[in-house]
C-alpha cells in the first residue's frame, strides 16, 4: 500500500482483556517498529522488526505485551490482561531499511483505551 | 542514555510570521535527526530528516539546522499559516531506535 496501515484505529476494552493490534507496513519495507504515546508524554520504544533477524523486544514493558511479524511483512502487537496504564496510542512505523539514510514513516496509530 | 528537549512545550504566534522551533539533545553520537509533525488524532508525518553529517535541510517553507557539537536542531517555519497548527517532534536516532522530545504544540492564529 501506499501507506503503514495500522488497525483499529480505536479500541475501547474492558481491563483483564487481550487486545491485538495490527500494522501493515509499506511493501518492501524490511523494518518495522511498534512505538507507544501515552497521554502528555513522549514516545516509547516497544519492539524493532528487521528481515528475518530475531526482533529487539528490550522495550516492551511487562511480559503481557508480545508481537510478532509473519512472512516479513504484516505485524500484531498483543497485549494480554490489559490493565488502564496500557490507554495509549499505538504506533507502527517501518523503513526501508536500517540504513542511517532511511527515514521512517509511520501509520495513523490505534487509541487503546482500557476502563 | 540519550535526552531530547523541545522547548517551547507550546507557542502561540498570529499567521505570517516567521518562528523557530528548538530541540536538544544530551549525546552527539547521532545517526541522524528527524522532525515530524503530529495532527490530532493522526499519525506522525515526517517533514525533515538531517543526517549526521549535514547541517541543514529545506522543504519548501521548512528549514532544519543541525549542530550535533552542540547538541541541537532548530526548525524554522517561514510565513506560518493556520494549517501549520499541529505538534512538531523531534527524534534523534540511535543506532535504529528514535529517542523523542515531547513536542512543541504550535497554534498560529488567523
Known amino acids: 500500500g501506499a501507506g503503514v496501515s495500522q488497525s483499529p484505529s480505536n479500541k475501547v476494552t474492558e481491563k483483564g482483556k487481550d487486545v491485538e493490534l495490527r500494522c501493515d507496513p509499506i511493501?518492501?519495507?524490511?523494518?518495522l517498529y511498534w512505538y507507544r504515546q501515552s497521554l502528555g508524554q513522549g514516545l516509547e520504544f516497544l519492539i524493532y522488526?528487521?528481515?528475518?533477524?530475531?526482533?529487539?523486544k528490550s522495550g516492551l514493558p511487562s511480559d503481557r505485551f508480545s508481537a510478532e511479524r509473519t512472512g516479513g511483512s504484516v505485524s500484531t502487537l498483543t497485549i494480554q490482561r490489559t490493565q488502564q496504564e496500557d490507554s495509549a496510542v499505538y504506533l507502527c512505523?517501518?523503513?526501508?531499511?536500517?540504513?542511517?539514510?532511511?527515514?521512517?514513516?509511520f501509520g495513523s496509530g490505534t487509541r487503546l483505551t482500557v476502563v | 542514555k540519550q535526552e531530547v528537549t523541545q522547548i517551547p512545550a507550546a507557542l502561540s504566534v498570529p499567521e505570517g510570521e516567521n518562528l523557530v522551533l528548538n530541540c536538544s539533545f544530551t549525546?552527539?553520537?547521532?545517526?541522524?535527526l528527524q522532525w515530524f509533525r503530529q495532527d490530532p488524532g493522526k499519525g506522525l508525518t515526517s517533514l525533515l530528516l538531517?543526517?549526521?553529517s549535514q547541517r541543514e535541510q529545506t522543504s519548501g517553507r521548512l528549514n532544519a539546522s543541525l549542530d550535533k557539537s552542540s547538541g541541537r536542531s532548530t526548525l524554522y517555519i517561514a510565513a506560518s499559516q493556520p494549517g501549520d497548527s499541529a505538534t512538531y517532534l523531534c527524534?534523534?536516532?540511535?543506532?535504529?531506535?528514535?529517542?523523542w522530545g515531547a513536542g512543541t504544540k504550535l497554534i498560529i492564529k488567523p
Open positions: 512505523a517501518s523503513s526501508l531499511g536500517v540504513g542511517v539514510d532511511y527515514g521512517y514513516t
Open positions: 522488526f528487521q528481515g528475518n533477524s530475531a526482533p529487539d
Open positions: 538531517i543526517q549526521s
Open positions: 549525546d552527539s553520537a547521532i545517526y541522524n
Open positions: 511493501s518492501g519495507h524490511t523494518a
Open positions: 527524534a534523534v536516532r540511535n543506532n535504529y531506535q528514535l529517542i
